[in-house]
């Protein structure tokens, strides 16, 4: 088994920081690439950034986010980090969590697809 769970998601002001904490815990050692997606209202999921959770490091961000997010592992916690920084009002979302049982790659990073666990989101709205 493998559950992935998305906390830290609230209500921030437009300029202002919001960590985000996503915990993968499984019986079988097998996760190896987590990634941040977020979704609005009729559109779908939008891969935001990508890390990996064991050997040789790997990131990866979706250019709407970079520079101003960041992704970082703690793998004694099974956690993995999304800082997010000089929020704006169109990161208002629903944030997902998502891992993979292979190795993180960039041809494959972003998309839904890829990832064959998720956690149930958690909404980050911004103010102005």
């Known amino acids: 088994w493998v559950q992935v769970v998305e906390s830290g998601g609230g209500s921030v002001q437009a300029g202002g920081s919001l960590t985000l904490s996503c915990v993968v815990e499984t019986n079988m050692d097998n996760i190896e690439c987590v990634a941040w997606f977020r979704q609005t209202a009729g559109r779908t999921r939008e891969g935001l950034a990508a890390i990996s959770t064991r050997g040789e490091m790997f990131t990866r961000y979706a250019d709407s986010i970079k520079g101003r997010f960041s992704v970082a592992r703690d793998n004694a916690k099974n956690t993995v980090l999304l800082q997010m920084n000089m929020i704006k009002l169109g990161d208002t979302a629903q944030y997902y969590c998502?891992?993979?049982?292979?190795?993180?790659?960039?041809?494959?990073?972003?998309?839904?697809?890829?990832?064959?666990?998720w956690g149930q989101g958690t909404q980050v709205t911004v103010s102005s």
């Open positions: 998502a891992a993979a049982a292979a190795p993180c790659s960039g041809r494959w990073w972003p998309y839904m697809a890829s990832y064959g666990y």
